[in-house]
């Protein structure tokens, strides 16, 4: 882990010096700049672009304090300057990478203060590596890290996973909140943590780590930049009745009168008045329409053994079908683009995944098979 320099290749020193730069632009992108240049019409989470911009930053600087490492000869030397490097990683990166991890998933404020606590043993046993001179508390730290790594996996697993379902419990359009995207961003920066605590400190070692961190800055400031903030405005937090009423659903269900109020009302709001068709329709704003609250609703969907983000895609399904049935009708051109834009989608790519997952195929077998 910690008893080989860096190579010593013109070559890589090269990619270092980039992979540095582009952390450094990176994070003064995200501090300085108030334009979105990947996404104009998005605006991003502003906490997480600023964690984000100092997760960068610590990754720019892990190739500063790294760096003395390079000229050094003495095997001593080396060793106490990678134990410093371990231990700022410790006190720095790794919580940053940790912090970015849990605030990219948007469907509460995870508190952050955990982060430390969880650093700070393998911090304090590499300075205490460091002022004693020896490596005795390297396997104790590996096994700790061992342990860490694995009880985090499965917590984000299982935190990506209610993320997901909030998502489609609350949003009608998943276009730039996708789960996998997340997902890749979290097992990228795992596998970076893994690696780096348990490569083999080979030159090809040292390659990896360069190519991976900078493809996980240019791939995480793609998201972060194209990442929906959807963080719940004061006015639609749960208020004290609210909450009230979502025990007493949880306790008690649904009563038959108020399921048929609801279906009532959105049949009169949300279909007869076509509001489906509106982009980003939130669940919030529907039960605001419609004159009802959040957790009716989504009790509601729940019994029909739908989410939200169903309902809405089945009834734009079913008004591409009914645009569709018209335009061969009536022997209009049209394109299935078209049709799509018309029935409510702002992405081609989401509704083709909608429309297969609806129809079990895609919409040009569909429209094949339905003109035989």
Known sequence: MYDQPLPQSILFYMLYAAVAM??????CYLLLRRGNAFAPDN????????WTAAFFASMALGHLWYLPTAFLTSSDDMKLSLFVGASLDFIIFFPLSIIVMLIILQDHRRPLWPVPLMMAPPAIGVVWCIVSRSDALVP???AYLLLLGIGLTIYLVRALRKYGRWLRDNYADLEHKEVWQTFIVMASIIFLLSYYVWGI?????????????FLLTCFLLWRVETLNDLSVPHSQTCSIEETAIKEDVE???????????????????????????QHDLTLSHLAQVIGTNRTYLTYYFSNQGMTYNSYINNLRINHFVSLYSEAVAMKRPFTAQQLASNSGYRSYTTFSIAFKQRMGQNVTAWMRNTTK
């Open 22 to 27: 582009a952390d450094i632009i990176a994070s």
């Open 43 to 50: 605006t991003p989470p502003l906490r997480l672009r600023r």
């Open 140 to 142: 104790v730290i590996y």
């Open 201 to 213: 400190g080979s030159q090809t070692y040292e390659y990896i780590i360069q190519i991976a961190a």
């Open 251 to 277: 306790k008690n269900g649904l009563s038959q009168d108020t399921y048929d109020n609801i279906r009532s009302l959105l049949q009169q709001f949300c279909i007869d008045k076509r509001l489906y068709l």
